[in-house]
């Protein structure tokens, strides 16, 4: 038993799908959830989409075996179905976030600094890899106001919760992490390193005001939150690259003229699927600052 492993001894194995009740309420069904059994950093796109909870029966912990063996993610907000009445993790479909997640407690972020920044005890500690834990914490009400949750995770990371202030797989309400049932297939580590859930608080749930306060972070000064209409974009600017991207749901701002954040077309291959770090740039650059993109990155 490591020596961080609070509360280790009651906790009990919990299933997916009770872990997913306990949060989701309602709502469990719909979560976007994904599971492949390669390693993370070769998997390709098929493998990262994913789709609901109830639209993969395995996910229901009634082959164990297959359960563990595979890396399983779901993500910590819920969607809206798209047009084509399919479940879509995307920004522009965002419905509600249940909670918010520190990776790489211990590994690479110090309990002493959670400490020190006036983070509170967290209503889970999953441990997804030797020594490396995810802490998530529930929010008591779903949060629906997007850039709230964005800009309380970028302050956070801003604030040192990262190994290098930036860790844009932290960030945004579209981040998938990772469920207790599962392991960690990268092959870094030899063999697949099966999850191992350190502590379960289910009644520990914070407020987003509160939690933001307890932390240091001011949501006043927080963006507020209006509705995105791609096509307004593309009618305004006449680009047909636009006009792509925007049908593709991959147009997410205007930045300035000539300059757009987007989704980058090869997100699947991105750590944990972070749709953050691209641009294009009109008539034809693009750049991403992910390392998977390198070879596609281009700006005249």
């Given amino acids: 038993m490591s020596k961080h492993s609070e509360d280790s001894s009651s906790v009990q194995l919990l299933s997916n799908e009770v872990f997913l009740k306990s949060i989701f309420k309602d709502r469990y069904k719909n979560t976007h959830t994904c599971s492949f059994p390669d390693d993370p950093y070769k998997a390709d796109r098929g493998a990262w989409g994913g789709t609901s909870y109830e639209r993969q029966p395995w996910r229901f912990d009634e082959q164990p075996i297959e359960a563990w063996a595979n890396n399983n993610y ?28 520190v990776d790489d407690v211990y590994s690479k972020v110090p309990v002493a600094t959670l400490k020190k920044l006036g983070f509170p005890q967290p209503t889970y500690q999953l441990e997804t890899s030797p020594n490396n834990e995810q802490w998530g914490y529930v929010f008591t009400v779903p949060v629906g106001e997007r850039l709230k949750v964005e800009f309380l995770l970028d302050s956070w990371v801003a604030r040192g919760i990262s190994c290098d202030g930036k860790d844009p797989g932290m960030k945004g309400v579209t981040r998938y992490v990772r469920l207790p049932i599962g392991s960690n297939n990268k092959a870094a580590y030899g063999k697949p390193f099966r999850h191992v859930l350190k502590a379960w608080r289910p009644d520990t749930r914070y407020e987003l005001e509160a939690l933001a306060e307890m932390t240091g972070v001011d949501l006043s000064k927080a963006p507020e939150d209006t509705e995105f209409n791609a096509q307004e974009i593309v009618a305004e600017d006449d680009d047909e690259m636009l006009q792509a991207l925007a049908d593709a749901g991959l147009l997410k701002q205007k930045i300035k003229p000539g300059v757009y954040d987007i989704i980058c077309p090869w997100v699947d291959g991105h750590s944990d699927r972070a749709e953050t770090g691209a641009a294009y740039f009109q008539p034809a650059g693009f750049r991403c600052h992910h390392g998977s993109c390198e070879a596609v990155s281009y700006t005249h």
């Fill in 74 to 101: 779901f993500v910590i907000s819920t969607f809206a179905l798209d047009e084509q009445q399919k479940p879509r993790r995307r920004k522009s479909l965002f419905e509600r976030c249940y909670l918010v997640v």
